[in-house]
Structure formats: structure tokens, C-alpha cells
């Protein structure tokens, strides 16, 4: 107890410290009465860590949740619907294969130079030349038609393609370069200032934006761990903070809790292969336990998501069963009778596993139902939500060892180990990364080197169909079709566990909108309406 409490009063003095240097190079020493109107216009904030690799559109940046220096051709609403941004409007041939934008002539980036079809040629060809996780592959060619109209051919139709026009923020023809993840321009609701990497950002409304000018001139986003943001909050240096579920029911005087529903999930990725193969890097490939998809399917089974959502996300979450619980390519029948103890021995049993020698275990032959669990160490709810899985499992006979490690050691053992991850996005091309048979072993998407010939079979007939209708339904057969798919009744590659909301403490009196569902990344998705937020008194 000693020990942690030495930790918080630590935690908290850095935090004030950092907080004051902030201060310090932000505010007047003897603040006139001018000066005080002046901070009622800045917000100090602590909603998250920063982006590793800067604030580029074309390698990543802006694409859970808005770009806040960029803006993008369309944009979600509130309902999450499609609507324009940049563009005026666009159509597509009935191929799929031509979409052409129309632009609005009056955007200019925040050097007050303006923004033109060029810009966004520039952008997509940069973004699809970058080799990162924005994926323009079928992108075939993308053309200025003229100053305010850009036209892009695709190889083939693509449905998801719409996703690409939110997500990318455009970026300056005529300003980007090496430097420019650190030095963002653009025409986006701000412009950057400062940016002391691992300790703040500072950012002001940018003067040429064509959008709702944003009551706050001036916001300060501070780069703290869950315990220091929270130890900020409570000292009353902050007017937003981002927390855990853990700190979830000790209140803060000034401040209230807000939590927003997301599809932010966490679940468990299953290997899928036997053991016995390597990378190319030379890391196993296999488990020859979780390869049984009865293990798997009995592990869905047996977990109880309820009592997950109460017990470690202190109620502030929902049950997860896909990746997309709730979107509109969700398959509601993927849903099962989960905290089946019954259910899920006898779908071991069925499969011969057993316990033969009385040690609480099953077996098959001379295979144990044991194996490990890795999630990131620096996480405290995945590990409390591990913790309880390997619990969980215990009544029905399957041991998991459950080991906290650093995310360059779980890109080591990820092949051949269960990994608890996060992910969840408002972009169906999500679901066809996780599980799609091209991505077996790349980046962090197929892990477990899953493979279905009629799920990849679906998902690319969704991907190339014409109406959003049509791939609808081939998103919804690829997660269960009757006989096969990637959710828990069919292949169960992945055990999904819970949707957890986003939890933030508010000062009172700060209006911060309508939050809309929040994908995955608890912090940034929270700025994604920043032009709305307000004091009310």
C-alpha cells in the first residue's frame, strides 16, 4: 500500500509540473483581466497518447476519428451517415469502376494558399505510394479534371472505396514533405503550434477554415498516462480527461462523467494452424491446441461477456460478438448463448477432448487444453480482461497462462500464442483485414493465419459490389451464412469480448456535443465534433 501511494504522489507531481511548464508558456504571469477572457477560449486537455508517427494523412494519421489539422472530401455525421466535407458532391459510373468529385472552390489551407483538385491528386497518389496502412491498391489511376474536380479509377468496383474519401485527410501539394508528419498544414478546423513530442501539443483555431469557426482558440492537449491524467483532473488542471473504467466511480468536485458508446472492442485472436512453420523473420507459426476449432468454438461459449462488462469495465461497456457489433454490415445471428458452461463441455467432448487423469485439464491423446495469452503490459483493463478469461476457463477443463508483454514481443509471439487486442472501426475493410486469407501473418490483422475460401469468397464480392445494399449481405454471410463464417457459430477465430465505452471526466459547464459512436482509440475520436464544444455558463 506504501508503495503505491509513493507511486500516485509521484504521478501527480509530474503531472502539476509538466502542467506548469504548460502554463508557463502559455498564460501571463500576472494575468489581466483580458488575459482571463483569453483562457476561458483555451481548453486544457489529457485525452490520450500521441500518434507515433506524427500527423500525416498519407501513412495513417486521422483514421480513427478526425484529423482535427486536415480535413477530408466526405465526412460522417452525428447518425454516422455520409456527408460533404471538401467535396460539393460525387457520382459514380454504374461500372463502380469512375467516381467523380465535385470541390468546393473557397477551402484554403491554413497558409492561405488554396486548395485545389492538384492538392488532391497529390494526396492519393501519395497515400497509395506510402506503403502504410492506407490501403489504395485498386486505386488505378486519380486525375484533376479540372481546378475544382478530381476523378479516380478504380481496377474494379469497389464499395468500400467511399471509406477512403472520409478517412484521408488532403494535404498540401505545395507544403509536404519529410517533415511534414510534425508540421502538419492544412484546412482543417486547426493549425499546429507547438508539439513537444511526449509531453503536449498546442494547437489554434486555424483562421481559413471554411467550416463552424470553433469557440476554443486555443486547446492543449497533454500526453499523460491513465494514472497522471487522472491525478491531473483531480487537482483541477484540466478541463477533459480520459480515465479507466477503474476510476470510474470516484468522483472529481467540478467534474462530471461522460461515457460514450463505441465499437472500440477487445477480444482474443486465436493461431489457427498447427504448430511446425515459421515466418520469414523466423517466428513459430501454429498452436496446436487453439488449431482445434472446438477449443475455440468452447471458449466463445464458455466466457461470460455480461460479467465482464460488470466486473472489470465497472458496467461501462457492452458484450462484444464481432468486430462490428451494431454497424450496418453487422449479422445479428452471430450472437450466441454465451456463460454456457454445459454448452461448451460438450462441444469439447464431442471433439474427444477429455479429462482422463482427474488434474481439472482436457485432453486429446497426449495434448494438453493449455496454452497462453499475451496482452500489452502498459494496459491495465486487457489484463484484467485476460485475467478473467483464463478464470472463466477453468471450469471447462482449458488452462491459459496469461503474460504481459511489450508490443515488440507480442509482434514476436503473435503467430503462435493467443493475443488480447483492440480494434473496431466504422470502415467495413476492418473485417476483411482481420480475417481475409491475404492478410495471414501481415501487420497485426491475421495474426493466426486464419483461412476460408467462402468467407474470402464473400468479402470480395462485397468489396466489388455496385450498391451498398448488395454488400451488405455478403458482409453479413462472411460473419455467419447458415453453414460457415468468421463469427463464434462458424469458425471462431477470434473470441470477441467487450465494447468498452470511452469514459472521460468533463468539467462542469464544458458543452463537448453530441458524441457520435467511437471507433477504436480512446482519446483522439472525442475531438471528431471539436467545432461544437462550448462553454455553457
Known amino acids: 500500500m506504501k508503495r503505491q501511494s509513493f507511486r500516485v504522489i509521484l504521478v501527480l507531481v509530474a503531472?502539476?509540473?509538466?502542467?506548469?511548464?504548460?502554463?508557463?508558456?502559455?498564460?501571463?504571469?500576472?494575468?489581466?483581466?483580458?488575459?482571463?477572457?483569453?483562457?476561458?477560449?483555451?481548453?486544457?486537455?489529457?485525452?490520450?497518447?500521441?500518434?507515433?508517427?506524427?500527423?500525416?494523412?498519407?501513412?495513417?494519421?486521422?483514421?480513427?476519428?478526425?484529423?482535427?489539422?486536415?480535413?477530408t472530401l466526405l465526412k460522417r455525421d452525428h447518425e454516422l451517415s455520409i456527408v460533404n466535407d471538401l467535396a460539393t458532391g460525387y457520382e459514380?459510373?454504374?461500372?463502380?469502376?469512375?467516381?467523380?468529385?465535385?470541390?468546393?472552390?473557397?477551402?484554403?489551407?491554413?497558409?492561405?494558399?488554396?486548395l485545389t483538385a492538384a492538392d488532391v491528386k497529390y494526396t492519393f497518389e501519395t497515400a497509395a505510394q506510402s506503403g502504410s496502412v492506407v490501403d489504395l491498391t485498386n486505386m488505378e489511376s486519380v486525375e484533376a479534371t479540372e481546378e475544382f474536380t478530381v476523378k479516380f479509377t478504380l481496377k474494379e468496383a469497389q464499395s468500400t472505396f467511399v471509406y477512403s474519401l472520409v478517412t484521408t485527410g488532403i494535404v498540401p501539394k505545395h507544403a509536404h514533405g519529410p517533415n511534414y508528419a510534425a508540421n502538419p498544414i492544412g484546412s482543417g478546423p486547426y493549425r499546429l503550434v507547438q508539439w513537444d513530442?511526449?509531453?503536449?501539443?498546442?494547437?489554434?483555431?486555424?483562421?481559413?477554415?471554411?467550416?463552424?469557426?470553433?469557440?476554443?482558440?486555443?486547446?492543449?492537449?497533454l500526453f499523460l498516462n491513465e494514472d497522471a491524467a487522472f491525478a491531473a483532473a483531480k487537482a483541477g488542471k484540466v478541463d477533459i480527461s480520459y480515465i479507466p473504467s477503474a476510476f470510474s466511480k470516484q468522483t472529481v468536485e467540478g467534474m462530471r462523467l461522460?461515457?460514450?458508446?463505441?465499437?472500440?472492442?477487445r477480444g482474443i485472436a486465436f493461431p489457427t494452424v498447427p504448430s511446425g512453420n515459421k515466418t520469414k523473420d523466423g517466428y513459430p507459426i501454429g498452436n496446436d491446441v487453439t488449431a482445434d476449432i472446438a477449443?475455440?468454438?468452447?471458449?466463445?461459449?464458455?466466457?461470460?461477456?455480461?460479467?465482464?462488462?460488470?466486473?472489470?469495465?465497472?458496467?461501462?461497456?457492452?458484450?462484444?460478438?464481432?468486430?462490428?457489433?451494431?454497424?450496418?454490415?453487422?449479422?445479428?445471428?452471430?450472437?450466441?448463448?454465451?456463460?454456457?458452461?454445459?454448452?461448451?463441455r460438450s462441444i469439447l467432448a464431442d471433439a474427444g477432448w477429455k479429462d482422463s487423469n482427474g488434474d481439472g485439464i482436457v485432453e486429446k491423446g497426449a495434448l494438453k487444453a493449455?496454452?497462453?495469452?499475451?496482452?500489452?503490459?502498459?494496459?491495465v483493463t486487457r489484463q484484467s480482461l485476460a485475467i478473467a478469461v483464463a478464470d472463466h476457463m477453468k471450469a471447462i477443463g482449458i488452462s491459459i497462462k496469461v503474460?504481459?508483454?511489450?508490443?515488440?514481443?507480442?509482434?514476436?509471439?503473435?503467430?503462435?500464442?493467443?493475443?488480447?487486442?483492440?480494434?473496431?472501426?466504422?470502415?467495413?475493410?476492418?473485417?476483411y483485414n482481420l480475417y481475409n486469407s491475404k492478410y495471414m501473418g501481415k501487420d497485426l490483422f491475421n495474426p493466426g493465419y486464419y483461412s476460408n475460401p467462402t468467407v474470402d469468397k464473400y468479402m470480395t464480392q462485397a468489396m466489388k459490389a455496385t450498391s451498398k445494399e448488395e454488400a451488405m449481405e455478403y458482409w453479413k454471410k462472411a460473419q455467419w451464412d447458415g453453414t460457415t463464417g468468421v463469427s463464434a457459430l462458424g469458425d471462431a477465430p477470434w473470441a470477441w469480448l467487450v465494447n468498452i465505452d470511452h469514459l472521460y471526466l468533463v468539467k462542469d459547464g464544458l458543452d463537448i456535443g453530441k458524441q457520435r459512436i467511437h471507433p477504436h482509440g480512446h482519446g483522439w475520436p472525442v475531438t471528431d465534433n471539436i467545432e461544437e464544444w462550448k462553454w455553457l455558463k
Not at 403 to 428: C, Q, Y
Request: hydrophobic share 40%.
Open 197 to 221: 513530442k511526449g509531453q503536449q501539443l498546442i494547437v489554434e483555431a486555424n483562421p481559413e477554415y471554411y467550416g463552424a469557426k470553433p469557440f476554443f482558440k486555443k486547446l492543449i492537449f
Open 403 to 431: 503474460e504481459g508483454k511489450s508490443w515488440d514481443d507480442i509482434r514476436t509471439m503473435m503467430h503462435s500464442n493467443a493475443v488480447l487486442f483492440g480494434w473496431g472501426s466504422h470502415d467495413p475493410v476492418e473485417m
Open 258 to 265: 461522460e461515457a460514450v458508446r463505441t465499437v472500440d472492442n
Open 370 to 379: 493449455e496454452f497462453t495469452l499475451v496482452y500489452p503490459a502498459s494496459d
Open 295 to 344: 477449443i475455440r468454438q468452447a471458449i466463445n461459449r464458455a466466457i461470460d461477456r455480461e460479467a465482464l462488462v460488470k466486473g472489470v469495465l465497472e458496467g461501462h461497456g457492452t458484450p462484444a460478438f464481432t468486430v462490428n457489433d451494431g454497424l450496418p454490415w453487422w449479422n445479428s445471428k452471430s450472437i450466441i448463448k454465451d456463460a454456457d458452461l454445459d454448452g461448451a
Open 15 to 71: 503531472a502539476i509540473v509538466l502542467i506548469g511548464l504548460v502554463a508557463g508558456c502559455s498564460s501571463d504571469a500576472n494575468p489581466s483581466s483580458e488575459a482571463s477572457e483569453a483562457i476561458k477560449e483555451e481548453l486544457m486537455m489529457a485525452i490520450g497518447s500521441e500518434p507515433e508517427t506524427g500527423f500525416d494523412p498519407t501513412t495513417g494519421w486521422g483514421r480513427y476519428g478526425a484529423p482535427i489539422f486536415q480535413s
Open 92 to 114: 459514380i459510373t454504374s461500372s463502380g469502376t469512375v467516381w467523380t468529385v465535385k470541390l468546393r472552390n473557397d477551402a484554403k489551407f491554413s497558409d492561405g494558399k488554396p
